[in-house]
DNA sequence: CTTGTGACGCATC
DNA sequence: AGATGCGCCACAA
């Protein structure tokens, strides 16, 4: 399971950003988004932990790691809108997923 | 087995 | 925008 997600969270491209719900979801475990959290709590060091976030693009992160965590996505090329990030420009999308990506309003 | 916990998610207030 | 409550599910004690 484990292996399932991180598999998720390393193919997230660069300039990209994915829900924990998502993620969780493409991985093959729609319910499991907090475990998503948990992995990222230990071995997230070594994924691009920066690249997850909360629904609708809000950093969930309590710690200081917030804004090293929005300085890297801004220079990954992430736009940010206020508190949160562009999910309509930056939201990762699996084939598994529908295209509602596409359904985006100006 | 029972409780407590949590980088969540959504509805509500 | 911020806080609270409930649901969710694996893991630790």
Redesign the pocket.
Known sequence: ??AAIVKILRSIPRGKVA???QVAAVAGYP????????L??KY??ALP??R?L???G?L???SD?ALD?RFRLQMEGVRFR??RVDMREHACTWPSERSKALRRRT
């Open positions: 399971m484990d829900t924990y719900g319910r499991r988004h907090r475990h998503v959290a948990q990222l709590r997230g060091d932990w920066h997850v909360g629904s609708g809000q969930k992160t309590r790691s965590q206020g508190s």
